[in-house]
Structures are given as C-alpha cells and as structure tokens.
C-alpha cells in the first residue's frame, strides 16, 4: 500500500497520486475520514461503496496445473492502454475483459480468484482512501516511508512506552526526542491540553518536530502545554547571550526592541524555573546520544515514583545502562523489553498471519525513580514496630517495688500474638 502525508485545505490545490490521477483538495472537505472514493475523468472525485466480506465455497480445485506462461493472457499492454484511453471505458471494464481472455482464471482456486481480483483493482482502479491522522496511521506512515527518521519506533512500541510512563491528562513529562516529534505528538495526543510537555533540544533553531504539525492538533492543545528548552538553558549557571540593556534607550525602534528583548527574557527565565521545580511524572527518551548520562542529567526533576523510559534500536545500549541502573538504590527494578506484533488477514476461511513484517520495534528500558533514604521503611512493618512493646529495664522502669509490671496485654495473651491479633484487625474488612 502507498501511503501519502496531503495537507487539504480550502484554496483551489490539486492532489496528484501519480498513476492513480489528480483531483481538486476541496472536494474532500467537509466529509468524514475512513471512505474509499474514485477519481473520475473530470478530476472529481465519486466514493465507493465500502468492500464487504463474502464467505467463499470450497471446491475441489487447486492450482498445480496452472501455468502462467506467456500466452496465458492474449491482452496487450498496448491493447490496454488504448482502453484506458477510450471514453466511456471503466476500469472495471478492463478488469473484467482480463479475467474472461484469462486461460487460467478457471483453474484457480476461489481464494486465488480473489487475489487475482484484488491485484487487478490495486494496479487500474484509480481509487484511495482518507485516513484520520491518528497516532498510530501516522507511526505507521512513517515506519513504512522512512523508519530510521522515528529511530524504529513502531507503533505498539510507542503504545508501550505511554502506557509505561503513565501518560494521562494533567501529567508533567519531560521528552527528549529524537524521532521528529513522534514521542511528543503522542503525549499532547493523550495529554488533550491538559498537563505539560517540555522537550529538552540540541540546538536553539525552532524545534523539528515535523509530526506535531500532522496530527491536526487544536492551538489550545499545543499553547500552554509545549515548551521546549536546549541542553546550555539547562544548566543553572548558563547565562542568556542575550541580554537587556539596563539604560533606557533612546528611539522608538529602540524601545521597540529592547521590549521584545525583555518578553523573551522573560519567558526562558520562567521556562527554566520551572524546570528546576521538579516534580515531573515522567521521562521518555529516544535520542542518538548516551541515554545513561541524558537520564543522569534530568534525574534530579523527576518526583518520586516518576517513570523512566528509554528508547533504543540496539538491545545492548540499553543492557550497558541497565547495568549502571542496577548499582544505584533511586533507580527501582530497572527491565528491557521488546514489544513484537504480528497482523492478521481476517476474512472467512483465510485468517492467518501477513506474511511480511518488521523485525522489530526497537527496545525498551523501564524504570521508576525512588528516594535514596537509608531510614525509609514500609508502612506495615513501621506499625509493626510501633505496636509491639520495648523491654523495659531496671533503670527505665518507673513502677513501684514490689508491685507486678503492668501491661496493656489481655490475660493469656503473648506479645507475639497480640502483634498478629492487630495486624489481622487493621487489615479486616468491617461489613454490615
């Protein structure tokens, strides 16, 4: 399948699909995404009736005694193009002139019938169909055109790396992205415009993320919600380039200037403190340099429990800084993954698996970011401890001689047992 990115829009454009034909963008304003249409001699364009599934019989023929040689079809190439050039001519005419000169259209089986069909009508009808920019066309349009401008990032591998990092509206994640804006399309995708997005640039050039603009996202989706920073705005002792004269200037150019001068000031300065806040929930990283030291770099505004995800096409880039993770106590129950799928042709009697597909999606490094304190304790064992009595001893003991210690222990009732009454009553379930 061809899969192209068109920007439609209401000013008189013609959309050229190559062999497929041309037609004017402004008929398909105004109609839903997901129909299939026809472009006809006059460059409009009809839609199509949606294909629908028809069960096929079984017979008792097979196709080991076809061969497809030469004279298997008597229809020229020349004798088809002059029909493609007839008015009045369909291509479903010539379709159908094929499968009746065919020699061995009747020896086929009915499912090879069907992809004779198929391959006919992909190669003469001069047919498409609109999708709706969805993360997962878009991820799919570019894994397909150019995987290596998404780093290989295949679409359940994205799906992966949002449900690992908890992306939902009103989360604060951090990106550093590498793959055209793919990762951060996808979190303004799940975020609606609420939350916050900061992606994290190599340069100071406006930020290439081609990817945001395909997803046909609202302004108010965007405004408020993107920001980015590059790596010197980063560091807290990096001092602007520049910077707003202190005198008051003179002209009304001048003044002009310096105002926006100081707007722009303004606006890194409240980027970058909001940056060293901290407290983001998480960090997705697919970039080219070493994820180990990126992550190292943004750790100290992560909060607690913020998930880590890091994206990689080689498995052993990941295994090296797993390996680091694994020495350090705030970096909790480090795992590699690698998410594989598989599509299906689902059609009665001829469901199985596509024949052709990726090797794989890239490889996922998850982790979660916890606080490095040697007293911290889980809360079961702290009301454990808390519940059960201190020894007391000659010197602390404050009773009166020769009267027996008191206790808060019923008659009968050991420490032990006491300790595991309570523990078993905090943890019933009182119902009526």
């Given at each position: 399948e061809d899969f192209r990115s068109i920007q439609i829009t209401e000013k008189p454009t013609r959309i050229h699909l190559g062999k497929f034909g041309s037609f004017a963008g402004k008929h398909l304003i105004g109609h839903p995404f997901g129909l299939s249409y026809e472009i006809l001699g006059d460059a409009s364009i009809k839609a199509r009736q949606p294909d629908t599934m028809v069960d096929l019989e079984d017979t008792s023929a097979t196709n080991e005694l076809i061969n497809d040689g030469k004279f298997v079809q008597p229809l020229t190439f020349d004798e088809i193009?002059?029909?493609?050039?007839?008015?009045?001519?369909?291509?479903?005419?010539?379709?159908?002139?094929?499968?009746?000169?065919n020699a061995n259209y009747e020896l086929k089986t009915e499912y090879s019938k069907e992809k004779y069909k198929k391959r006919k009508e992909a190669k003469f009808l001069q047919g498409f169909a609109v999708l709706e920019p969805t993360m997962f066309n878009i991820c799919e349009y570019w894994f397909a055109k150019d995987p290596q401008r998404i780093r290989g990032i295949r679409s359940e591998t994205l799906a992966q790396m949002m449900s690992f990092a908890n992306i939902r509206p009103g989360s604060r994640i951090l990106v550093v992205d590498d793959a055209g804006g793919l990762l951060?399309?996808?979190?303004?995708?799940?975020?609606?415009?609420?939350?916050?997005?900061?992606?994290?640039?190599?340069?100071?050039?406006?930020?290439?993320?081609?990817?945001?603009?395909?997803?046909?996202?609202?302004?108010?989706?965007?405004?408020?919600?993107?920001?980015?920073?590059?790596?010197?705005e980063v560091e807290e002792d990096y001092t602007p380039i520049e910077q707003v004269e202190p005198t008051a200037p003179t002209s009304q150019n001048n003044r002009h200037r310096r105002l926006k001068r100081q707007t722009r000031a303004e606006e890194l300065r409240s980027r970058r403190e909001e940056l060293w806040a901290g407290e983001w929930d998480a960090l997705l990283i697919a970039t080219e340099y070493e994820p180990f030291a990126v992550s190292e770099k943004l750790f100290p505004y992560l909060g607690g429990s913020a998930g880590i995800i890091i994206h990689s096409p080689y498995v052993q880039i990941l295994a090296n800084v797993h390996q680091k993770m694994r020495t350090r106590r705030e970096y909790l129950s480090p795992s590699i993954t690698e998410a594989w799928h598989r599509q299906y042709q689902v059609l009665p009697g001829r469901t199985h698996p596509m024949m052709n597909t990726s090797g794989s999606g890239?490889?996922?490094?998850?982790?979660?970011?916890?606080?490095?304190?040697?007293?911290?304790?889980?809360?079961?064992?702290?009301?454990?401890?808390?519940?059960?009595?201190?020894?007391?001893?000659?010197?602390?003991?404050?009773?009166?001689?020769?009267?027996?210690?008191?206790?808060?222990?019923?008659?009968?009732?050991?420490?032990?047992?006491?300790?595991?009454?309570?523990?078993?009553?905090?943890?019933?379930?009182?119902s009526d």
């Open positions: 193009e002059t029909l493609k050039r007839t008015p009045g001519v369909h291509s479903s005419d010539i379709i159908k002139l094929q499968i009746a000169q951060v399309a996808s979190c303004l995708d799940r975020l609606g415009g609420e939350g916050r997005v900061f992606a994290i640039l190599d340069n100071d050039a406006p930020p290439p993320f081609h990817i945001v603009d395909q997803l046909n996202l609202d302004p108010d989706e965007i405004n408020g919600v993107f920001s980015t920073l590059n790596w010197a890239g490889y996922l490094l998850s982790v979660t970011k916890v606080y490095d304190d040697a007293t911290a304790n889980s809360v079961n064992a702290r009301r454990r401890n808390d519940k059960t009595p201190k020894p007391s001893t000659d010197t602390e003991s404050t009773d009166t001689p020769g009267e027996p210690i008191k206790t808060d222990n019923p008659v009968g009732e050991s420490t032990v047992e006491r300790t595991i009454n309570d523990d078993l009553m905090d943890d019933a379930i009182v």
